[in-house]
């Protein structure tokens, strides 16, 4: 009897003409396929990479001068973004609660930012303070406005390559009375004087770092007060977008007195202008405070 000569495992037509093709064109249409499969790929990561830089494409454009994306700060912001172009302008405005044991404070600020020129900064700020007993037949401090605050920062050097940005900067603050006061005609209290330096390094596209720090010099009847302070933060920026979550840490050094506040925090963007961020106070080794919250309102208007 004579044995069948074709196999039981049915092949596909594409296999049943690959088998009929010499080994040179075999070879050659199996490398095809292998290139192709690279180039699919290949153009794959791209798209992903394409992806998690959309919005660093949007700042880091061919304008001039150059200028990175960094993210920034939520309870100790920046004047005006590290690089900041002509033009570039921000609304801010802030609330926040912190528990001082026998009271509560609520702090409100109003800020206004804007770059007149390129790499400079300049912002005006309101910072009020009001406050509310917690514990009975205590009271709690008068509500004032803290200061009239101005301030300028100047972006010395900008690596897109390096993704690195440094900025010195200089904040003026005229300290004011608390409201009670100034029915006496006592408004003015003494000045603070801030000079500061700002580095900012980007790791990737996603991982974001920035330390912000300087001297305090407080000004009061005819005394001066100095204090350090030293601000760091990290963040991971989500791809494609403004979001972000991170923490930063605050430290002041005042003498043989040093204070630590972690931030936990996250940033939301509402609408391309609109953007709310959220902060967590979680005091390390202050004696007169617990925990805290702070929510900032950014708006920043379309800018050429």
């Not at 009020?128 to 010395?156: I, M």
């Not at 605050?250 to 007195?257: K, V």
Request: charged letters at 25%.
């Amino acid at each position: 009897m004579q044995l069948p000569t074709k196999t039981f495992v049915k092949k596909s037509d594409f296999a049943s003409k690959i088998d009929g093709m010499t080994h040179i064109n075999r070879l050659f249409i199996l490398g095809a396929l292998a290139t192709t499969g690279a180039n699919v790929c290949a153009q794959n990561e791209t798209t992903g990479k394409q992806l998690d830089s959309l919005f660093i494409a949007e700042v880091e454009d061919n304008r001039e001068p150059d200028k990175v994306l960094h993210a920034e700060p939520l309870y100790i912001d920046l004047i005006r973004d590290l690089g900041a172009r002509k033009g570039e302008r921000e609304w801010n405005a802030g609330l926040g609660l912190t528990d001082r044991n026998q009271f509560d404070e609520y702090l409100a600020l109003v800020e206004y930012e804007w770059a007149p020129i390129d790499r400079l900064g300049l912002e005006v700020e309101l910072p009020f303070t009001l406050y509310y007993p917690t514990v009975s037949n205590e009271s709690a401090p008068s509500n004032r406005l803290n200061s009239l605050k101005l301030a300028g920062q100047y972006s010395f050097y900008v690596s897109e390559l390096k993704s690195i940005s440094l900025a010195l900067g200089y904040i003026h603050e005229f300290e004011l009375m608390e409201f009670d006061r100034w029915s006496e005609g006592e408004w003015y209290k003494g000045m603070v004087y801030n000079p500061f330096l700002v580095a900012g390094k980007r790791f990737g596209s996603q991982w974001h770092s920035l330390i912000y720090t300087g001297p305090v010099f407080h000004g009061e009847n005819g005394q001066l007060k100095t204090a350090f302070d030293v601000n760091l933060s990290a963040h991971y920026m989500v791809s494609g977008t403004r979001n972000f979550i991170g923490v930063e840490l605050n430290q002041t050094t005042e003498g043989s007195d040093y204070d630590l506040t972690i931030r936990p925090q996250m940033r939301l963007s509402i609408n391309e202008h609109l953007m709310v961020g959220i902060v967590v106070g979680i005091p390390v080794n202050r004696e007169s405070e617990r925990m805290s919250s702070f929510l900032r309102l950014i708006y920043e208007p379309a800018h050429r």
